[in-house]
């Protein structure tokens, strides 16, 4: 029985990737999924009533992309013009400016969020500027401050952060497996927080998102995305991220996911790599109590919505292995030999 279409491509040059690289006249959908691809006179037989019809007028038709690595949520955030993008400024007046126009234009709120900070400026004297809690106190007084670098391993905190949280000396000397607090000559912190373990600590005293924001975020990078010719892509997200970047990372933006599809909503097809290790910390017990913790949940479409792989991190970055705060990216999962990990 020949199958009707839902939308049909004719006149077109499309591009099938097949182990010829081959192209075809026409394409034909139904409910999402292209059932055939082939000469104008074959896929015209699936037109039916109630088919769109496209003629390309000999245009190209490629495959939509797949992002195989993507925090979708905190990409969103960033995109949105909410929270402050500092991924650019790396000269002093530059990242001055910025900041200081944040600060003013968010003065009612409690909390200020930057993303992709660096940890030196460069001033008009082309000197290097630390940029640690010292730097940014002066900067954001009065509020909670948090800064995430580049590569998202690290977190730069203000006084107010650091004295929310208590991160006192007892807090300094944590297990590799749960990252790194950085100190100064007087063994102070500095602000500068390591890996997902230690930025846990610090998250989980900080506001969090609500739903509706972080659907908004979601859907604000989903059409970013379409509008790129991406239509899925591979988020990591679980109880490991569950404190991280005011909830960005969190299970909840699962559920949110999920909701989302219920209502009709969802834009792209979504993979998630589950975050598993408990509280962000590398290391066999964290990443079994995760999953048995974990909530999965039901009546899951997988064409649209997938958990099928577990996120494990053996190593930290590799962009921060030569950070100012000279945490040089060593193996962070439990253990200190092969044999133990």
Not at 48 to 63: F, M, R, Y
Not at 142 to 170: M, Q, R, W
Not at 297 to 309: F, Q, R, Y
Request: one cysteine or more.
């Amino acid at each position: 029985m020949n199958q009707e279409a839902d939308l049909v491509i004719i006149n077109a040059k499309v591009a099938t990737v097949d182990s010829l690289f081959s192209f075809a006249e026409a394409i034909a959908v139904s409910q999402g999924r292209i059932i055939d691809v082939g000469s104008n006179d074959d896929i015209s037989q699936k037109i039916g009533v109630q088919t769109q019809v496209i003629d390309a007028n000999k245009k190209l038709v490629l495959p939509a992309a797949n992002d195989a690595h993507i925090h979708a949520t905190h990409t969103g955030m960033l995109i949105s013009g909410d929270f402050l993008d500092l991924f650019e400024s790396k000269g002093k007046n530059e990242f001055d400016s910025k900041l200081d126009a944040h600060v003013l234009m968010n003065n009612n709120k409690e909390w200020i969020y930057g993303i992709g900070c660096p940890f030196e400026l460069i001033d008009d004297n082309q000197d290097n500027v630390i940029v640690d809690s010292h730097y940014l106190t002066k900067k954001t007084e009065g509020k909670l401050a948090t800064f995430s670098d580049f590569s998202l391993h690290n977190l730069i905190v203000n006084k107010n952060v650091i004295d929310l949280v208590g991160l006192g000396k007892e807090l300094i000397d944590l297990p590799k497996e749960v990252g790194r607090i950085g100190v100064d000559k007087k063994g102070e912190p500095t602000g500068i927080i390591s890996e997902w373990g230690a930025m846990n600590l610090v998250g989980k005293y900080l506001p969090q998102l609500s739903d509706e924001a972080l659907k908004n975020y979601i859907l604000l990078i989903q059409s970013h995305l379409l509008k790129n010719g991406i239509t899925s892509y591979t988020d990591i997200l679980g109880p490991g991220g569950d404190n991280l970047f005011h909830g960005a990372w969190s299970s909840r933006i699962i559920r949110l996911y999920k909701e989302l599809y219920d209502e009709n909503k969802l834009l792209t097809r979504v993979s998630v790599n589950l975050f598993a290790a408990k509280d962000g910390i590398h290391s066999f017990k964290h990443v079994i109590a995760g999953i048995e913790e974990f909530e999965l949940p039901t009546n899951i479409n997988k064409s649209w919505l997938k958990i099928n792989t577990i996120k494990l991190f053996g190593d930290s970055s590799p962009c921060i292995r030569k950070s100012h705060n000279h945490y040089h990216g060593e193996l962070t999962f439990q253990g200190d030999t092969v044999e133990d990990y």
